[in-house]
């Protein structure tokens, strides 16, 4: 597996409070992703960061910020939980391949059970 | 708008039977597809890319531009292959550069 470890792997919340999940990785990729998988839905892109503090929206971003301040660490913020965010969260890393072009390959951590009660 | 279709939620097949998982996409432009897997209680990987049309696991996936598809086929699946399949896609133009779209995937379940 890609040096990529999420945590926590499991949290159970209470709606309105904050939560932060971490995703941290030691292979110097450039880009980093933060998905939730949902049955029915598929992964779905929260948002994505293109390198230190440069981040973009995904198609699910609302309610969700991210922060990157350094190359390993990408970070996912819940503001205020609610229970529509119950779900499982994954992160990925992709960097440029040899050709210099963005690699098409992505590498997941093991993702992080939230529950929001 | 890019999208990613995989119509069949869940599918089920016996072990030495063919399998097709299908996948549907629609985008304007040079399409770059891939499928993923996830086995159970495992992190999602990287099956195989269009791109390089090699034959993983015994899974073969040709792309068809005219169908706008990319179906993924195996001729005998094993109990083994059991597991949630992604079809995928890669933006590359402006803003979405690098960006993957998935579909909302598949269960496959290969009984003995």
């Known amino acids: 597996d890609a040096g990529i470890t999420q945590s926590p792997r499991h949290k159970v919340t209470e709606t309105g409070t904050p939560v932060t999940l971490r995703c941290h990785q030691t292979?110097?990729?450039?880009?980093m992703y933060w998905y939730r998988q949902d049955p029915g839905h598929g992964l779905r892109l929260i948002h994505y960061?293109?390198?230190?503090?440069?981040?973009d929206k995904g198609e699910v971003s609302d309610g969700y910020s991210v922060s990157r301040s350094k190359t390993e660490d990408f970070l996912l913020t819940l503001e205020s939980a609610t229970s529509s965010q119950t779900s499982v969260y994954f992160c990925a890393i992709s960097e440029l391949g040899t050709s210099g072009r963005i690699a098409d390959e992505q590498f997941f951590g093991p993702g992080t059970r939230l529950t929001v009660l | 708008a890019q999208r990613v279709t995989q119509p069949e939620k869940l599918l089920s097949v016996f072990k030495g039977a063919p399998v097709e998982l299908k996948c549907n996409y629609s985008y304007s432009g040079s399409p770059e597809l891939f499928w993923y897997v996830q086995y159970s209680r495992q992190r999602l990987q990287l099956l195989l890319r269009h791109i390089s049309r090699e034959s993983i696991k015994g899974f073969t996936a040709d792309l068809n531009k005219g169908e706008t598809s990319f179906h993924l086929k195996k001729p005998f699946a094993q109990e083994e292959d059991s597991a949630m399949y992604y079809c995928a896609l890669n933006s590359r133009r402006g803003s979405t550069l690098g960006r993957l779209y998935f579909g909302r995937g598949t269960q496959l379940t290969v009984w003995p």
């Open positions: 960061s293109y390198g230190v503090k440069d981040t």
């Open positions: 292979e110097n990729h450039r880009y």
